[in-house]
């Protein structure tokens, strides 16, 4: 069973380094959404993908965040400058599509960001 | 805008004993509601979901929950919790329509003694 898998499971980065993050979907999965988790609380969403297209990108995404989704395939979540208010768990998670079995969304084991 | 409570943050129970978690949701239509847990350092897996239907929905690992309109709550039950059940638990709600993104609760860290 070939579930959601991200890569690197640990980042640790100083503040003003660049950082990607890539995330592989389940494979008949057309929708692929981003999201981040901090301390303490439950996943907030980012942004999501339906095939290569970004549908969506919530405030939380600043201009220093961007996702990409070549080929409809794996995603890449790029964030420049990185500051220390970064540090999170950013969880990616795949669903197929709506209408389809429901549209429950299967999470990666996400990516822990440490910004020092 | 749709938002999820979870009005427990931490809740500690006895191995064998019973076990109730509760959510209250704000959605203007009929929600999707889901429950997941996540184990420290990991993402998270699906326990249970609901869509339509029977208002109370199975899961997996013996956990069950039930939908109740009136309340605005989805409730997340087990009759005896075992020591592998100690993680933490985020309900969530999502929409039926448009990017389908969930709205999580703040989570509950369910503590097991022995």
């Known amino acids: 069973d070939t579930g959601v898998s991200q890569d690197p499971r640990h980042k640790i980065t100083k503040r003003g380094q660049n950082v990607t993050f890539r995330c592989d979907p389940i494979?008949?999965?057309?929708?692929l959404y981003w999201y981040r988790q901090t301390l303490g609380q439950g996943p907030e969403f980012l942004t999501y993908?339906?095939?290569?297209?970004?549908?969506?990108k919530s405030r939380l995404l600043s201009d220093r965040f961007s996702a990409e989704r070549p080929k409809g395939s794996f995603s890449t979540l790029e964030i420049q400058r990185t500051e220390q208010g970064d540090s999170a768990m950013y969880l990616c998670?795949?669903?197929?599509?709506?209408?389809?079995?429901?549209?429950?969304?299967?999470f990666g084991p996400g990516t822990r960001l440490t910004v020092l | 805008a749709q938002s999820v409570t979870q009005p427990d943050i931490h809740i500690t129970v006895s191995e064998g004993a019973s076990l109730e978690l509760r959510c209250n949701y704000s959605?203007?239509?009929?929600?999707?509601l889901f429950w997941y847990v996540q184990s420290p350092g990991q993402g998270l897996q699906l326990l249970l979901k609901?869509?339509?239907?029977?208002?109370l929905v199975q899961g997996i690992k013996g956990f069950e929950a039930e939908f109740k309109r009136s309340q605005s709550s989805f409730n997340l039950r087990k009759p005896s919790v075992h020591w592998s059940d100690a993680a933490e638990y985020f309900c969530?709600?999502?929409?039926?329509?448009?990017?389908?993104?969930?709205?999580f609760g703040s989570g509950t860290r369910l503590q097991v003694q022995p």
């Open positions: 998670a795949s669903s197929p599509t709506p209408g389809q079995g429901g549209y429950e969304q299967f």
């Open positions: 494979s008949e999965h057309n929708r």
């Open positions: 993908f339906q095939n290569e297209a970004q549908l969506e």
């Open positions: 959605y203007g239509a009929t929600p999707y």
């Open positions: 609901y869509f339509s239907g029977d208002t």
């Open positions: 969530a709600v999502g929409a039926d329509t448009g990017r389908r993104a969930l709205t």
